[in-house]
């Protein structure tokens, strides 16, 4: 899946670790261990001269294959869903093929993608590629390899389906930029009164029944935020009232549906949301409330978008689908997920983080500005971190333009012409040879300047974190909101708590996340 933060475009906005890496020399010398055997690579041709001081990688065939057509694709799918699960149907095709890079089928599959044949790359070396929009076509490729009824966004393809390529796709991605320039001033004010609400929920049912879902509180502090922030307008008291995130989930649900694992039993699940589409009419009267609410409320916007050329109704589906989708699904998947890895790194670290949060809150005067957080690198680091160990959109596709050479580690393959390439973010950005101890969550990770060098591997945007969007590229339009955001919720929880505990569970969308205690700032 294309990038919310869930990208926008397909939304998003440091004392390093002694064994921290960031010698392309002594990168290259290091195998990953699961994909690796003890025998030597097979000597192949080399396909082009190496730089000084690099290793000649040898031409491999791609390894792996499709199986029989309806069959293969089948079992992949139960293997990735049941049999095996996720993260292990990709381990074991590395030790199968002793490769990163090989030939699977991806969900769904029959009988809601057409063509379920991939090509994947599990390393941090040959992700990249799918950045690289001069190599690759990113049109109707944001869920993957089918995309859902158009039905359920107005009849429009939206944004997050369009290749830069495409007139439109650079008239509505300048509508984003516009408002999130537009509505920047608004973003710490409203934030904080949100998640100010947010905390006192947790705080409340905490003292009355020792625990409270933080996905619940999220879910709704999220959406009110986003609304007030970009659009000025307060859902509870307009007639969407306190509905916007459930029907959102719903909504969601008729999209994501096909690769997602809700935990019913295996062949209900399977017939109910893998096997056919679910129909777009089952929701088109939630969609029509999100709809009207976000049509009310953006005028200003709409204003904006009728001088780039684009209707007032397309650009409301392309605002709700930016703020609902992208940006709100972003927050419920990234933010538990945040919390939980902070929370089990332990009260050292959150001591740490309190500390540095609170005197650089207090030297600058004791309000919270931009540059107070700029003075804040361990905290920068930890939402780094996260994104890095557990990207909140963990699958990419592209689509090859050309013929094309991919470079993993250990060897150079070759792709053709219309070949649809597929990378498994949580792999490239835990690659044990761009990164020191990475499977552990390690918070000051993005620390000084050997930890800054490393930002150019953390890639939930849909591109490094060290480059920026633009209208020609697919990295997420709110990349810095994102980054912003992350950073003002762990800001704003150790202003108020010097630390605290949490259970954690799962959920179709990430992790579950109880809160069991929280400890009142005491200094």
Known sequence: MASVFLPFTS??????????????????????????????????????????GETKLPLKKIPGNYGVPIVGPFKDRLDYF???????????????????????????????SQDPKVVALLDGKSFPVLFDVTKVEKKDLFTGTYMPSTDLTGGYRILSYLDPSEPKHARLKQLLFFLLKSRRDHVIPEFQASYSELFETLEKEVAEKGKSSFQTANDQAGFNFLCRAFFGSNPPDTKLGTDGPSLISKWVLFQLGPVLKLGLPKYVEELLIHTFPLPPALVKKDYQRLYDFFYESSGSIQDEAEKLS??????????????????FGGMKIFFPNMLKWIGRAGVKLHNRLATEIRSAIRSNGGKLTMAAMEQ??????????????????????????????IESHDAVFQVKQGEMLFGFQPFATKDPKIFERAEEFVGERFMGEEGEKLLKHVIWSNGPETQQPTLGNKQCAGKDFVVLMSRLLVVE?????????????????GAAVTVTSLKRASF
Do not use: W
């Open 11 to 52: 939304l998003h906005l440091q004392f390093v670790s002694p064994n921290t890496k960031s010698s392309t020399t002594r990168l290259s010398s290091r195998r990953i261990r699961a994909s690796v055997s003890e025998k030597p690579p097979v000597p192949a041709p080399a396909v082009a001269v190496p730089a000084k």
């Open 82 to 112: 049941y049999n095996q699960g996720r993260d292990e149907f990709f381990k074991s095709k590395i030790q199968k093929y002793n490769s990163t890079v090989f030939r699977t089928n991806m969900p769904p599959g029959p009988f809601i």
């Open 310 to 327: 684009i209707s007032r109704e397309e650009a409301c589906h392309n605002l709700l689908f930016a703020t609902c989708f992208n940006s």
């Open 376 to 405: 804040m690198p361990l905290m920068k680091s930890v939402v780094y971190e996260a994104l890095r160990i557990e990207p909140p959109v963990p699958l990419q596709y592209g689509r090859a333009k050309k013929d094309i050479v």
């Open 493 to 509: 929880l150790f202003r108020r708590y010097d630390s605290f505990d949490i259970e954690v569970g799962k959920s179709a969308l």
